[in-house]
């Protein structure tokens, strides 16, 4: 019987890093399946399924279950969606020999759900939560109470791990709590500085896995990505003085992005939820607007060879271009009050991003580019390769 590496998905964002380590296992373990299972966060409608399962032996899809205020109708959902989880887990045990499962390090309910009937029914080798940043960095946030009750008991009666709810800039999110009993995973970038001794907990640290991309120095390159947020204003307003000098902030920018990288392709991707909408100063005649059904990340990758340099006011997407090798800018201090500056610095002061040399952020439009130009190190790939091939095997 051959053996399983099952990857745990809920938002697609996740689903480029999981694809490029199946990718690795398939090169690298002839005698493992890849199987994942993916559970329908609402930004699934947005992406094109068949790109972001492609690396997958076996794909499982489950619905969408969530830590609903009405909780009467959530725990029914609840237990309808872990019924399906345990049929899945008795097909993997009839099918594979041995069962590793991944997951990335989200708390919300489909997850929560998966990891809990793994852990608990044994029929596992290992479990692991594989994680950019370390949960224990967030742990500090203010807590959202009312939705760390309402998780508290989606976790007593259905005997989950515990989950607290807190709150990040713009959105409010949920962490495990301290006594989690599945190991964790931490990428490390090669450029992060050293943590001092006794700093977190001793775990399991791997190499980025956007590392293991093929990315070639000294190659011509004629494109640029800007990842769009037509709800910044709404979504950072108590950050944004002035919404008439933020609109004309943004085009200025925009017009500085056109002359500096004039005979480029500058392709605009909006974000998920702006429904269409565009940023201020975005001409369509002038920028190519990506509308394909694909993440930022599945988009970084397949076009990989091809950008030249990466934007965006504070997005994730940034930080993966980054971790790419791609020049990639930050522009939320040209537009923020010294409040949100500090409160957005703060956040990625904790997922150590500003150490890569990578990623910049910029305080003007006259830090336009000013990254564009470095080296690609490519010295230490195969070391980073073989400490993935010793943690799959």
């Given at each position: 019987?051959?053996?399983?590496?099952?990857?745990?998905?809920?938002?697609?964002?996740?689903?480029?890093?999981?694809?490029?380590?199946?990718?690795?296992?398939?090169?690298?373990?002839?005698?493992?399946?890849?199987?994942?299972?993916?559970?329908?966060?609402?930004?699934?409608?947005t992406v094109k399924l068949d790109r972001h399962i492609s690396s997958f032996d076996?794909?499982?899809?489950?619905?969408?279950?969530?830590?609903?205020?009405?909780?009467?109708?959530?725990?029914i959902q609840a237990w309808q969606f872990r019924r399906e989880v345990r049929k899945?887990?008795?097909?993997?045990?009839?099918?594979?020999?041995?069962?590793?499962?991944?997951?990335?390090?989200?708390?919300?309910?489909?997850?929560?759900?998966?990891?809990?009937?793994?852990?608990?029914?044994?029929?596992?080798?290992?479990?692991?939560?594989?994680?950019?940043?370390?949960?224990?960095?967030?742990?500090?946030?203010?807590?959202?109470?009312?939705?760390?009750?309402?998780?508290?008991?989606?976790?007593?009666?259905?005997?989950?791990?515990?989950?607290?709810?807190?709150?990040?800039?713009a959105v409010t999110s949920f962490i495990y709590a301290d006594d989690n009993p599945?190991?964790?995973?931490?990428?490390?970038?090669?450029?992060?500085?050293?943590?001092?001794?006794?700093?977190?907990?001793?775990?399991?640290?791997?190499?980025?896995?956007?590392?293991?991309?093929?990315?070639?120095?000294?190659?011509?390159?004629?494109?640029?990505?800007?990842?769009?947020?037509?709800?910044?204003?709404?979504?950072?307003?108590?950050?944004?003085?002035?919404?008439?000098?933020?609109?004309?902030?943004?085009?200025?920018?925009?017009?500085?992005?056109?002359?500096?990288?004039?005979?480029?392709?500058?392709?605009?991707?909006?974000?998920?939820?702006?429904?269409?909408?565009?940023?201020?100063?975005?001409?369509?005649?002038?920028?190519?607007?990506?509308?394909?059904?694909?993440?930022?990340?599945?988009?970084?990758?397949?076009?990989?060879?091809?950008?030249?340099?990466?934007?965006?006011?504070?997005?994730?997407?940034?930080?993966?271009?980054?971790?790419?090798?791609?020049?990639?800018?930050?522009?939320?201090?040209?537009?923020?009050?010294?409040?949100?500056?500090?409160?957005?610095?703060?956040?990625?002061?904790?997922?150590?991003?500003?150490?890569?040399?990578?990623?910049?952020?910029?305080?003007?439009?006259?830090?336009?580019?000013?990254?564009?130009?470095?080296?690609?190190?490519?010295?230490?790939?195969?070391?980073?390769?073989?400490?993935?091939?010793?943690?799959?095997?």
């Amino acid at each position: 019987m051959k053996e399983a590496r099952v990857f745990i998905v809920y938002h697609p964002l996740i689903t480029a890093t999981f694809n490029l380590i199946a990718d690795f296992v398939r090169k690298n373990c002839p005698q493992v399946d890849c199987v994942l299972i993916r559970a329908l966060h609402p930004y699934w409608k947005t992406v094109k399924l068949d790109r972001h399962i492609s690396s997958f032996d076996l794909f499982l899809p489950l619905p969408d279950v969530g830590y609903r205020r009405n909780i009467i109708a959530g725990l029914i959902q609840a237990w309808q969606f872990r019924r399906e989880v345990r049929k899945i887990s008795e097909m993997l045990q009839d099918r594979y020999s041995r069962i590793d499962v991944y997951s990335d390090n989200s708390s919300y309910l489909p997850v929560n759900i998966l990891l809990s009937h793994f852990y608990a029914s044994g029929s596992t080798d290992r479990i692991y939560r594989l994680a950019r940043t370390p949960q224990a960095n967030f742990s500090h946030e203010p807590e959202d109470r009312l939705y760390s009750i309402i998780t508290a008991i989606y976790c007593s009666v259905l005997k989950l791990f515990k989950v607290l709810a807190v709150r990040l800039p713009a959105v409010t999110s949920f962490i495990y709590a301290d006594d989690n009993p599945i190991g964790e995973v931490i990428f490390e970038s090669p450029y992060a500085p050293a943590e001092p001794e006794g700093s977190r907990e001793a775990g399991l640290t791997l190499p980025e896995p956007f590392l293991l991309l093929d990315r070639k120095p000294d190659t011509e390159r004629d494109t640029v990505v800007i990842f769009g947020g037509a709800n910044i204003l709404q979504a950072f307003s108590q950050y944004i003085d002035d919404k008439e000098e933020y609109d004309k902030k943004l085009r200025l920018f925009f017009e500085r992005i056109k002359s500096f990288y004039e005979g480029c392709t500058l392709l605009y991707k909006p974000h998920p939820a702006d429904g269409g909408r565009l940023m201020s100063g975005v001409d369509p005649s002038e920028f190519t607007v990506y509308d394909e059904p694909q993440t930022a990340e599945m988009l970084l990758i397949d076009n990989l060879e091809r950008i030249k340099a990466v934007y965006s006011f504070f997005s994730i997407a940034s930080i993966s271009a980054s971790l790419m090798r791609i020049p990639s800018y930050h522009i939320f201090e040209y537009f923020m009050n010294a409040e949100g500056i500090k409160v957005l610095n703060e956040h990625a002061r904790e997922g150590g991003w500003y150490s890569s040399p990578y990623l910049k952020k910029i305080k003007d439009p006259g830090g336009i580019g000013c990254i564009d130009s470095i080296s690609i190190k490519t010295e230490d790939e195969e070391s980073w390769r073989e400490r993935w091939r010793e943690f799959l095997k």
